[in-house]
């Protein structure tokens, strides 16, 4: 039996692009689980929600975190910002 989800090598399904562009425009909050967020293009997902949306990582250790050196290639600055002066949408679980 295998779950509904993504294994790290595994290519993410053809309707995810199409999705990101559709569905997250209108996220009210983001909640990212159990990752490392050093793949692309999953870790960008963090910057394509609105800036009202609360974002929240639930995870053992930080990842994603704002100007990281851990950071995959083309993340960008749009990680998690919950130890920035001014966050107003960042937890860390």
């Given at each position: 039996v295998k779950p509904d989800?993504?294994?790290f090598g595994e290519a993410i399904a053809s309707e995810c692009?199409?999705?990101v562009f559709e569905d997250f425009p209108y996220c009210d909050l983001l909640i990212v689980m159990g990752t490392s967020l050093r793949v692309m293009p999953f870790a960008g997902l963090v910057g394509?929600?609105?800036l009202s949306a609360p974002r929240v990582l639930v995870n053992n250790a930080p990842a994603g975190v704002y100007e990281s050196?851990?950071?995959p290639d083309g993340f960008g600055n749009f990680g998690?910002?919950?130890d920035q002066p001014g966050?107003?949408?960042d937890l860390f679980l």
């Open positions: 989800i993504t294994f692009p199409s999705m394509k929600v609105p050196p851990d950071n998690f910002m919950w966050n107003y949408r």
